[in-house]
């Protein structure tokens, strides 16, 4: 197993977790892989940095947290967008756009 | 908005849930299952998997830690987690935190139950609008009408002047009702009087200067009290008429509620209605009280009350003995009420403050020793990053839960405490009635709590805080740091100090309480009982006289019955007047150098009843009677002192106490008897034939029984009732019961002192036990290296109880120069001993100094059994 994948840079948890939340509700665990899987193991997420983010998405209101039956037959928390949470997701994906943009010219600069 | 209720929502279920956490691990655990089955999936055999899934994750804990602290769920939160955590260590250690509790809380219960006393007695203002410009004059009882008229005429810085005096006598509610006469204790005093005190009735008036004269028609102002309980507390009762020394007397006020005056027991008012021609105008039994006007500086007043004294010498001629004019002053009149009471609630506040410092002391100690102790666990949780902070909440919160159960234990013990404390106190005259605990005296419990939590965590926490990492070396290292040694040292010495004071104090008591029970009283009071009667002042002489010989007879023949007399006043608890005696053969004692004595009236029984005995000539007969020789018996030193190396019989007294001079021939001397007081000087004191006395002013029955007094009581004042329910009983007492009370004030502060002390020795004993047992624990391993080396055992004892022992004999020496710097403090209640007493001293040192040795020698042979392989094992 890769070892090497960068972290999260911090700050982007959040609107990786959101985003990834609105395509379907996720157990944590599951949330780990789809990140690492989508972005072919370039992004990898601590297990402490993953739960502290989704309680403190659930805390803002953006996130709903509740217990169900795995296709495996086992109790897990999953997680679900709310509507502010959709709202908060769209600011931040605007936010990191204008930010990404600014990067790559400043990069793209000779 | 959504927002706000899912943020409350979530940190109340993170603040209150378990079930918050309990999802938590669950997740968790979830998590490090699919890890594992991921890799188990990957062919990697299963042990390894979870392995290796465990590694990846971390530890489940410190992973369910660190996303607890992301949630960051608030100061309150980890409040809670403290007080959990601190009350988990509280039920690991009963022991520990018992000590503690039971320390503080005994120390806070007895310090918050004196100090509301103290404000109630000594602080709460008086029933009396500017209460500090009204002051008693000096020679209390003792002031005659015409003084007071000659005073009233020169009135100087005082605006108001009053005289009164204190009475009792018969009283029925009603004119017309036929229940028993009761005793209605009452002031009698000048129209003035409500004018220096400064209040009104709240219903009706005060009696008014008209009604303030001889001959006027009777009327009286009644208090609250007796308005509620005795006259049905209805407003008509202005003009009602109650029946009080057999006459009709009418109410004219009502005092309001909380107001009294001299004393809560005194129940109504009535006019003194001074008049020149009778012979009381020229006999001492008023007090003078003044109301000076607003701003008058003490010094005016003092030169002023000066003036009166010169102008009442050059009208008046007083013997030197009886001098009033020698030392006038006057008494602010909060001292003149309270003044008895100020002096043994200072001592035991001082005494309760003393064990709530060793509490204090002690219980820093003990949470000191507790911090260092799980340095090691500090250490590793600031390893795991705890912050400085967060620990020193932790030993914050620690010390606030036991703060508040000692808090409570403190309130429990206050209540519990504080009716005993009342009933220590000399609070005679229903003063106990106006103090009670309440709510300011509970929350006062818990400030102090909560500031001694404060000063017990300050130490523990600085050095969390100022040198975290050094908790840990510190195990490692040759012992304790010099800082803490020199806490636990400085603690020990104050315990000790404190301790030492306690037992000096207590010491000093029991010592003083065993001479005042070695005084012989003179008479046996064992199986007597007393029976004092009001009669009314309507009653003749003859009748009166028909009245007590028909008492005497009838109790005579009641059955176990051995002797019953008759006095004016009972031996120990009524104070008397003492007057001046012409002496025959000493011109050198005439005029002015007159002797005082004591004037006892008595009936033939009353020797025989009270256990007294005649050493010379003969006691009072039944032969002494009016138109008979005037006889008297006087006390032995009175004899001595009058007529040294010759016998007194036969000697004359001349007596000017019935208004006339009167020769009055000695025909016995009486064993000396305590006549005043258990521990005062001995009065000159005179008995006479109550026969040959002009009197009807009731009497106190004396009565010596074979049967238990309980038992004759009720019989006796059956009889009384049946000769004439007009009389009342106002008091019924065994004479055991007046020598105890005599005796009270010691005896109970002996009590508290001893219950103190005996406190104090124990938590002294536990402070050092603890402080040297601990730093004897400290030094295991270097004890058993250095025994592997050759040490022997005594060396290893010998230091542990060496360096246990400086500081005890340090708090000795610290103790006994306090006490006898506060020696003071003690002196008026002890008896025949000093308050430097050697003794006391001495003993105090000796039992602290062996509390400390025991307390020492303890840990120390532990230390000296110190196995070498066991204590480097357990390191």
């Known amino acids: 197993?890769?070892?090497?994948?960068?972290?999260?840079?911090?700050?982007?948890?959040?609107?990786?977790?959101?985003?990834?939340?609105?395509?379907?509700?996720?157990?944590?665990?599951?949330?780990?892989?789809?990140?690492?899987?989508?972005?072919?193991?370039?992004?990898?997420?601590?297990?402490?940095?993953?739960?502290?983010?989704?309680h403190r998405l659930v805390r803002e209101g953006w996130v709903r947290s509740y217990w169900q039956t795995t296709e495996n037959a086992r109790r897990a928390r999953y997680y679900a967008l709310t509507r502010s949470g959709k709202r908060r997701l769209d600011v931040e994906t605007e936010t990191w756009h204008r930010l990404a943009g600014g990067v790559a010219l400043i990069l793209a600069t000779r | 908005m959504r927002r706000i209720i899912a943020d409350v929502l979530f940190r109340m279920r993170a603040l209150f849930g378990t079930r918050a956490q309990r999802e938590l691990d669950d997740e968790l655990r979830f998590?490090?299952?699919?890890?594992?089955?991921?890799?188990?999936?990957?062919?990697?055999?299963?042990?390894?998997?979870?392995?290796?899934?465990?590694?990846?994750?971390?530890?489940?804990?410190?992973?369910?830690?660190?996303?607890?602290?992301?949630?960051?769920?608030?100061?309150?939160?980890?409040?809670?987690?403290?007080?959990?955590?601190?009350?988990?260590?509280?039920?690991?250690?009963?022991?520990?935190?018992?000590?503690?509790?039971?320390?503080?809380?005994?120390?806070?219960?007895?310090?918050?139950?004196?100090?509301?006393?103290?404000?109630?007695?000594?602080?709460?203002?008086?029933?009396?609008?500017?209460?500090?410009?009204?002051?008693?004059?000096?020679?209390?009882?003792?002031?005659?009408?015409?003084?007071?008229?000659?005073?009233?005429?020169?009135?100087?810085?005082?605006?108001?002047?009053?005289?009164?005096?204190?009475?009792?006598?018969?009283?029925?509610?009603?004119?017309?009702?036929?229940?028993?006469?009761?005793l209605l204790p009452f002031v009698v005093a000048t129209s003035t009087l409500f004018d220096v005190l400064g209040t009104r009735p709240m219903l009706g008036r005060p009696f008014d200067a008209a009604e303030d004269r001889p001959g006027a028609p009777p009327v009286i102002v009644i208090s609250y009290g007796m308005w509620k309980t005795d006259l049905g507390g209805e407003r008509r009762v202005i003009g009602h008429r109650i029946m009080l020394d057999g006459e009709p007397v009418t109410v004219v006020g009502v005092?309001?509620?909380?107001?009294?005056?001299?004393?809560?027991?005194?129940?109504?008012?009535?006019?003194?209605?001074?008049?020149?021609?009778?012979?009381?105008?020229?006999?001492?039994?008023?007090?003078?009280?003044?109301?000076?006007?607003a701003g008058v500086p003490p010094a005016l007043i003092e030169s002023d009350v000066r003036r009166i004294a010169r102008a009442l010498g050059t009208r008046f001629t007083y013997p030197v003995a009886w001098d009033k004019t020698r030392n006038p002053y006057v008494l602010p009149v909060r001292t003149y009420l309270l003044g008895d009471v100020r002096d043994p609630l200072v001592l035991l506040l001082a005494a309760a403050t003393l064990l709530l410092g060793i509490a204090c002391a002690n219980a820093a100690s003990l949470i000191l020793a507790r911090t260092s102790d799980r340095g090691g666990e500090m250490a590793m949780r600031r390893a795991l990053g705890a912050g400085q902070w967060r620990l020193a909440r932790q030993v914050l919160a620690?010390?606030?839960?036991?703060?508040?159960?000692?808090?409570?234990?403190?309130?429990?013990?206050?209540?519990?405490?504080?009716?005993?404390?009342?009933?220590?106190?000399?609070?005679?005259?229903?003063?106990?009635?106006?103090?009670?605990?309440?709510?300011?005296?509970?929350?006062?419990?818990?400030?102090?709590?909560?500031?001694?939590?404060?000063?017990?965590?300050?130490?523990?926490?600085?050095?969390?805080?100022?040198?975290?990492?050094?908790?840990?070396?510190?195990?490692?290292?040759?012992?304790?740091?010099?800082?803490?040694?020199?806490?636990?040292?400085?603690?020990?010495?104050?315990?000790?100090?404190?301790?030492?004071?306690l037992v000096v104090g207590a010491t000093l008591l029991i010592r003083s309480v065993d001479n005042l029970r070695s005084v012989d009283m003179g008479f046996d009071p064992h199986g007597v009982s007393t029976f004092t009667l009001v009669t009314s002042d309507n009653m003749t002489q003859a009748s009166e006289t028909r009245f007590f010989d028909a008492v005497l007879a009838r109790v005579s023949a009641l059955p176990g019955v051995r002797a019953a007399g008759l006095t004016n006043r009972l031996a120990l608890r009524d104070e008397g007047y003492q007057g001046p005696m012409g002496i025959e053969g000493r011109p050198d004692l005439d005029g002015k150098n007159r002797p005082n004595s004591l004037y006892r009236t008595v009936t033939p029984g009353l020797f025989a009843a009270m256990g007294m005995r005649v050493i010379d000539g003969r006691g009072i007969d039944s032969t002494d009677v009016m138109g008979s020789m005037p006889v008297t018996v006087i006390s032995e030193s009175f004899a001595r002192r009058m007529w040294p190396g010759q016998s007194a019989i036969g000697k004359h007294i001349y007596s000017g106490w019935s208004g006339k001079m009167v020769a009055l021939t000695v025909v016995g001397v009486a064993r000396e008897t305590r006549m005043t007081t258990v521990t005062g000087d001995l009065p000159f004191t005179m008995f006479v034939p109550r026969a040959q006395q002009a009197t009807n002013s009731g009497?106190?029955?004396?009565?010596?029984?074979?049967?238990?007094?309980?038992?004759?009581?009720?019989?006796?004042?059956?009889?009384?009732?049946?000769?004439?329910?007009?009389?009342?009983?106002?008091?019924?007492?065994?004479?055991?019961?007046?020598?105890?009370?005599?005796?009270?004030?010691?005896?109970?502060?002996?009590?508290?002192?001893?219950?103190?002390?005996?406190?104090?020795?124990?938590?002294?004993?536990i402070g050092v036990y603890g402080v040297v047992?601990?730093?004897?624990?400290?030094?295991?391993?270097?004890?058993?290296?250095?025994?592997?080396?050759?040490?022997?055992?005594?060396?290893?004892?010998?230091?542990?109880?060496?360096?246990?022992?400086?500081?005890?004999?340090?708090?000795?020496?610290?103790?006994?120069?306090?006490?006898?710097?506060?020696?003071?403090?003690?002196?008026?209640?002890?008896?025949?001993?000093?308050?430097?007493?050697?003794?006391?001293?001495?003993?105090?040192?000796?039992?602290?100094?062996?509390?400390?040795?025991?307390?020492?020698?303890?840990?120390?042979?532990?230390?000296?059994?110190?196995?070498?392989?066991?204590?480097?094992?357990?390191?």
């Open chain 1, 1 to 54: 197993m890769s070892t090497s994948s960068a972290d999260i840079i911090r700050g982007t948890a959040d609107m990786l977790i959101l985003k990834l939340l609105d395509v379907e509700p996720m157990h944590g665990w599951g949330i780990g892989q789809e990140l690492e899987r989508r972005s072919r193991a370039a992004l990898r997420i601590q297990p402490g940095a993953l739960y502290g983010a989704l």
């Open chain 2, 31 to 182: 998590h490090l299952e699919m890890d594992a089955a991921t890799l188990r999936a990957r062919g990697m055999p299963a042990a390894d998997a979870e392995r290796l899934a465990r590694r990846q994750f971390g530890s489940l804990r410190r992973e369910a830690e660190q996303v607890r602290d992301a949630w960051g769920v608030s100061l309150a939160n980890e409040f809670v987690a403290d007080v959990r955590h601190a009350l988990r260590q509280m039920r690991r250690r009963a022991g520990y935190t018992a000590i503690i509790l039971l320390t503080l809380g005994l120390g806070i219960g007895a310090t918050v139950a004196l100090f509301s006393v103290v404000s109630d007695l000594l602080l709460k203002p008086l029933p009396y609008p500017e209460a500090d410009r009204i002051h008693v004059f000096w020679s209390d009882y003792d002031w005659r009408g015409e003084e007071y008229d000659f005073v009233r005429q020169r009135p100087g810085v005082f605006q108001h002047l009053a005289a009164f005096s204190t009475n009792g006598a018969p009283y029925r509610p009603n004119t017309n009702g036929a229940d028993g006469a009761r």
């Open chain 2, 255 to 293: 005092m309001p509620r909380g107001f009294y005056f001299p004393t809560p027991d005194i129940r109504a008012w009535r006019p003194l209605a001074l008049d020149p021609k009778s012979p009381m105008y020229t006999s001492g039994y008023l007090t003078l009280i003044g109301r000076t006007g």
């Open chain 2, 398 to 501: 620690e010390s606030l839960v036991l703060a508040a159960a000692a808090a409570v234990l403190g309130v429990a013990v206050a209540t519990a405490g504080f009716r005993a404390l009342v009933a220590v106190l000399p609070l005679a005259h229903g003063f106990a009635g106006t103090v009670a605990i309440g709510w300011a005296t509970f929350a006062s419990a818990f400030v102090l709590a909560l500031l001694i939590a404060l000063l017990g965590s300050a130490a523990p926490i600085r050095r969390l805080v100022g040198s975290g990492a050094a908790v840990s070396r510190e195990r490692s290292e040759e012992g304790l740091r010099r800082g803490t040694r020199r806490i636990h040292g400085a603690l020990i010495v104050s315990q000790v100090a404190f301790a030492v004071l």
């Open chain 2, 699 to 765: 009497g106190v029955l004396v009565v010596r029984s074979s049967t238990p007094p309980a038992s004759l009581m009720p019989a006796v004042q059956r009889a009384i009732a049946e000769i004439d329910p007009q009389v009342a009983v106002a008091r019924v007492e065994t004479m055991d019961e007046v020598v105890a009370a005599a005796l009270a004030e010691p005896l109970r502060l002996r009590f508290f002192l001893t219950v103190f002390a005996a406190i104090a020795l124990v938590l002294g004993t």
């Open chain 2, 773 to 875: 047992s601990y730093a004897a624990s400290r030094r295991r391993a270097e004890f058993a290296i250095r025994m592997a080396l050759g040490a022997t055992p005594k060396r290893v004892l010998g230091e542990v109880v060496e360096r246990g022992l400086v500081p005890v004999v340090g708090g000795v020496a610290i103790g006994i120069g306090a006490a006898v710097a506060v020696s003071g403090l003690l002196h008026r209640f002890l008896f025949g001993l000093g308050a430097t007493d050697p003794v006391s001293l001495g003993a105090a040192a000796g039992v602290l100094t062996a509390a400390g040795v025991v307390a020492a020698l303890v840990p120390a042979v532990r230390a000296g059994r110190t196995s070498p392989a066991e204590a480097l094992r357990a390191d």
